[in-house]
């Protein structure tokens, strides 16, 4: 059920009193608009029973969106001091307990340390640090409910794309091995302060109880990287560092990486385990908290 919160300051107020003007250097792009990350919080469904991990909160236009949505548990991650002063003067204390803020840098974070199981991420990514993060939470995807990320739309069509496609790679490969994925929908440049060259796009990754086909992450990761690579390359070409022949696997030698679906780079991710003589471990293990 939402919550209100009442008594907040308009963001704007909060951005000119606390002196939080964007900082190029952190990614920094403030959403102000409350009916754009109150959109954003009603994507992710229920989180009364959830912690919700927020990365880069900044002035908190989003965590007040995830607050007022009902969630159990905000742990907000943020790097930013001044960001950090504000949120623990202005928001936490309308929180009711509900609201965490950690002084650190995201990508040296053990998220599923911050907090207990049901858990899910949701953020507007610094746009600098958007892909390592993802493909980091990916390696223990089933660890989280869910993810509820923001990213520039170049970096969204890449997570969605389908074979044959421009924008379809390694990272759509990875994300859609492991995840459901699905676009949300698009944000204009100019909702935001500053306002970023393009688009953005939220979107949906709800992990798979298994991955779509069975491989190993290195194995998978040694494949797309060799294959595309060298994308332009028929694959008899491109995979031979690897000293993989793809008709193994079923696979034309003329094909292109860009050809291959997600099942297809899993066969000859198994194909390199067992030319190496190791087996094929578990992606993720099943976490209990």
């Known amino acids: 059920m939402a919550e209100t919160l009442d008594g907040l300051a308009p963001l704007r107020d909060i951005i000119a009193e606390h002196g939080l003007a964007a900082k190029k250097t952190l990614g920094q792009n403030f959403l102000l608009d409350l009916n754009l990350t109150s959109r954003i919080a009603r994507t992710a469904g229920d989180l009364s029973d959830t912690t919700v ?9 989003l965590t007040r969106a995830i607050l007022a949505a009902g969630a159990k548990r905000v742990v907000a991650v943020e790097r930013d001091r001044r960001c950090i002063d504000a949120l623990e003067s202005y928001l936490v204390p309308h929180a009711g307990g509900r609201l965490e803020i950690i002084d650190g840098d995201a990508l040296e974070q053990d998220f599923q340390a911050l907090a207990p199981a049901p858990r899910r991420i949701m953020s507007n990514l610094p746009y600098n640090i958007a892909t390592p993060l993802l493909i980091g939470w990916l390696k223990n995807a089933q660890a989280f409910t869910g993810f509820t990320l923001m990213f520039q739309k170049e970096v969204a069509d890449r997570i969605t794309a389908k074979p044959r496609t421009k924008a379809y790679g390694r990272l759509s490969i990875m994300c859609q091995w492991l995840c459901h994925v699905r676009p949300e929908f698009n944000i204009d440049k100019r909702a935001f ?11 949906t990754l709800i992990p798979r109880a298994e991955p779509l086909a069975p491989a190993s992450w290195n194995a998978m990761e040694r494949v797309t990287a060799a294959a595309f690579g060298q994308r332009r390359k028929m694959l008899r070409q491109s995979l031979k560092s690897l000293g993989l022949d793809p008709s193994l696997a079923g696979i034309k030698e003329t094909a292109r990486a860009e050809e291959l679906s997600v099942v297809d780079f899993a066969a000859l991710a198994r194909i390199l385990e067992a030319k190496s003589g190791s087996p094929i471990r578990p992606v993720i293990s099943q976490v209990s908290d």
């Open 53 to 61: 991990i927020e990365v880069g909160p900044g002035p908190g236009g």
């Open 193 to 203: 302060t500053p306002p970023p060259k393009i688009q953005s796009t939220v979107v």
